[in-house]
């Protein structure tokens, strides 16, 4: 017999095996599964730079008060690299679990040598 606590776990990780077999469909959010959840935040973001990589203002030519933040398209690593200094404190704010997405507008973009 398969426990809630496993069910909970296919729900989470697997859940277009769960949604087949229950015949359910599952909200992408992060209480109903954390996969689904994960899918639909980067598919809101395929157009934006996410960070996939960071530095703080200790790492060799980061300017003080910033992060240097290197970002991939859609957080794609395959697609389209950049990078950009953006201020620390805004870094820190704004930075989600899956990474923080660049504003164009307001974050620098940075040309590495």
């Known amino acids: 017999m398969i426990s809630a606590e496993e069910i909970d776990d296919i729900r989470h990780h697997f859940p277009d095996l769960f949604e087949e077999n229950l015949h359910v469909k599952i909200l992408p959010t992060a209480l109903t599964s954390v996969e689904l959840y994960r899918r639909k935040w980067f598919k809101d973001h395929k ?67």
């Open 47 to 113: 157009n934006d730079f996410v960070e996939i990589e960071s530095w703080c203002d200790k790492s060799k030519n980061v300017t003080k008060g910033k992060v240097l933040v290197k970002a991939a398209l859609g957080g794609d690593e395959m697609k389209e690299i950049t990078y950009w200094d953006v201020d620390a404190q805004l870094f820190n704010k704004e930075r989600t679990e899956f990474g923080y997405v660049i504003k164009p507008t307001r974050d620098q973009p940075k040309k590495l040598v």
